[in-house]
């Protein structure tokens, strides 16, 4: 299971710290990423983080203003929003692939396995 928090309602401009804890010790071993939704929009890919916290990988729309950090005694991640717009609204999942030790930079929806259920990030004009 993965749940989100930190959520919230932001200024433009401002800047909002999601994270993401795995309750299942199983997925300290697999790469995780987050993704975003708006209703009646596809779910955008954000990032990635290996299982190692080595590496992380990006889409080009959040490049240079979102990072992901891992914790390396826990599996629980951290999406840093910086510089956010009105158009960053949207409600924000956690995932994580279901293979363990892989390199694979993942950014498909279909290649993660285990999804949470969100958490709301509001970004007011």
């Known amino acids: 299971q993965l749940v989100e928090s930190g959520g919230g309602l932001v200024q433009s401009g401002g800047s909002l710290r999601l994270s993401c804890e795995a309750s299942?010790?199983?997925?300290?071993?697999?790469?995780m990423a987050w993704s975003r939704q708006v209703p009646g929009k596809d779910r955008e890919f954000l990032g990635g983080?290996?299982?190692?916290?080595?590496?992380?990988w990006y889409a080009d729309s959040v490049k240079g203003r979102f990072t992901i950090s891992r914790e390396t005694s826990r599996p629980r991640i951290h999406l840093q929003l910086n510089g956010l717009r009105p158009e960053d609204t949207a409600l924000y999942y956690c995932?994580?692939?279901?293979?363990?030790?892989?390199?694979?930079?993942?950014?498909?929806?279909?290649?993660?396995?285990?999804w949470g259920s969100g958490t709301l990030v509001t970004v007011s004009s």
């Open positions: 995932a994580a692939e279901r293979a363990t030790y892989s390199d694979y930079q993942a950014t498909r929806r279909r290649e993660y396995d285990y």
């Open positions: 299942e010790v199983a997925f300290r071993n697999s790469a």
């Open positions: 983080v290996a299982w190692n916290g080595r590496k992380s």
